[in-house]
């Protein structure tokens, strides 16, 4: 069994621009329009000599009434399930959402770890927004800029000591 990463979280939060730093690729589509990635996009990565594999979730449904009960939901359920480690993206611009809640609410019950990443934290300033994402019941939010690249290595050590 491999160690699969999967990256989580609302539209928008940048998700998929994570998966091409981790990955090194621009496999993933990165857009300003939610619902840009249209399926799971598997990737490599390797931080300290230890190799795993990242899925980046999507296909969201962006005009359903009830988007959650829909694609965020199922993309969630299979990420815990396949998942060894789970990266569920919020966004330190946007504060906790009600999305945000509720695939909170589904990874407070997953058996694999959880890391919280706190992402566009892209200067010092808005890393003091990151506390109110303790409200998610999911420990340590953190924080990272996924444009800049900035505390993302530090976000990998957390990562490759969960394996
Ligand atoms: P996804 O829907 O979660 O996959 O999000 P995307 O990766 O497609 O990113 C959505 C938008 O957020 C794009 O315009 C990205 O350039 C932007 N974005 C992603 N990461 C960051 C970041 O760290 N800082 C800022 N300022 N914008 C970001
Ligand atoms: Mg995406």
């Known amino acids: 069994m491999g160690n699969l990463v ?25 857009n300003d329009e939610a619902g840009t990635t249209r399926d799971r996009q598997y990737g490599k990565s390797e931080w300290l000599g230890q190799e795993f594999s990242v899925v980046d979730t999507g296909g969201w449904v962006v005009n359903s009434d009830d988007i959650f009960e ?10 815990v399930d396949e998942a060894d480690v789970i990266l569920f993206v919020v966004d ?18 997953a058996k694999s770890p959880v890391i919280l990443v706190a992402n566009k934290t892209d200067n010092g300033d808005l890393q003091y927004n990151a506390p109110e994402f303790y409200s998610l019941g999911l420990g340590d939010p953190h924080c ?3 444009l800049s690249g900035s505390g993302t290595g530090d976000l990998l050590d957390v990562l490759v000591s969960k394996f």
């Open 70 to 79: 829909g694609e965020i939901r199922k993309q969630v359920l299979l990420a």
């Open 144 to 146: 990272i800029s996924s």
């Open 92 to 109: 330190v611009m946007n504060g906790v959402t009600d999305l945000d809640l509720q695939v909170a609410q589904i990874l407070r019950r």
């Open 6 to 30: 999967a990256i989580v979280g609302r539209p928008n939060v940048g998700k998929s621009t994570l998966f091409n730093r981790l990955t090194k690729t621009r496999q993933a589509i990165v």
